[in-house]
């Protein structure tokens, strides 16, 4: 439900009229999506519990800029939200017209498609993260979900689920530089430790979830004094998660 909703929103954002897509693929999303998942009365309590205002009352274009500060690491200039709101109701309506829907739209979306299939390709189709695509974050989910199961402190209750997590990050890791031009792809080398680099390229930003991901490997190293657990070694283990989560 969750991925085939996604990919209706993703269709319909990319321009597929309401029964377009090949062989009618909104049509049929829809009609799933609305045999599977219709509007419980758990959906409209929660309507009513998490929105300030009655929901059949909001107005979207009025949430463009809303955001919680916990998650606004770079506040919007007003000259910058002032664009942005220029850019959407002045260009968007002319890009949906011929000939601006041939000459720009079209071509922004065929560089958009671009550089999905890359990111896929060189990603084996991992897809490292939730911003890849909608389709799926194995090595986010997972990476994830073993440093949950790490807080816990049932290392030596799960160790056999411990080993699977590990392995698949571990087979996960891009270790070949990305192929063809990939910094006109907005790529950068892998062969270096993604900490580093990204520190480097992004000092100060989300130190504090670094820094706590650094600390947790240091505890682990420490308390397990790298003895090996379950057939692998615990400070490995502990730094390939790191590693997947950044």
Not at 52 to 60: F, G, L, M, S, V
Not at 168 to 179: T, Y
Not at 199 to 216: P, Q, T, V, W, Y
Request: glycine share 6%; with cysteine.
């Amino acid at each position: 439900m969750f991925c085939t909703a996604l990919s209706y929103i993703c269709m319909r954002i990319l321009g597929e009229e309401l029964d377009g897509g090949k062989d009618n693929a909104c049509a049929r999303a829809r009609k799933w999506i609305l045999d599977h998942g219709p509007i419980i009365p758990l959906i409209l309590q929660l309507r009513e519990e998490l929105y300030t205002q009655p929901y059949n009352e909001i107005d979207w274009r009025k949430m463009h800029h809303l955001c919680a500060k916990e998650d606004l690491y770079h506040p919007h200039p007003w000259i910058q939200d002032m664009l942005w709101d220029s850019l959407y109701i002045l260009a968007e309506s002319l890009l949906i017209r011929w000939p601006f829907n041939k000459l720009v739209r079209e071509k922004a979306l065929q560089v958009t498609m671009k550089h999905i299939h890359y990111e896929d390709e060189i990603s084996r189709y991992i897809t490292i993260g939730v911003m890849e695509k909608s389709f799926g974050s194995q090595l986010w989910d997972t990476s994830f979900t073993i440093q949950a199961l790490l807080a816990s402190d049932l290392i030596n209750e799960i160790g056999p689920v411990l080993a699977r997590g590990h392995d698949f990050v571990k087979k996960s890791q891009v270790r070949d530089n990305p192929s063809g031009d990939f910094k006109r792809m907005y790529h950068h080398i892998s062969k270096v430790q993604a900490l580093v680099l990204f520190k480097k390229l992004h000092a100060g930003h989300r130190m504090e979830e670094i820094d706590s991901s650094i600390r947790m490997v240091l505890a682990t190293l420490k308390t397990h004094n790298c003895l090996m657990v379950h057939g692998m070694e615990v400070g490995e283990f502990v730094l390939s998660m790191v590693h997947g989560l950044h």
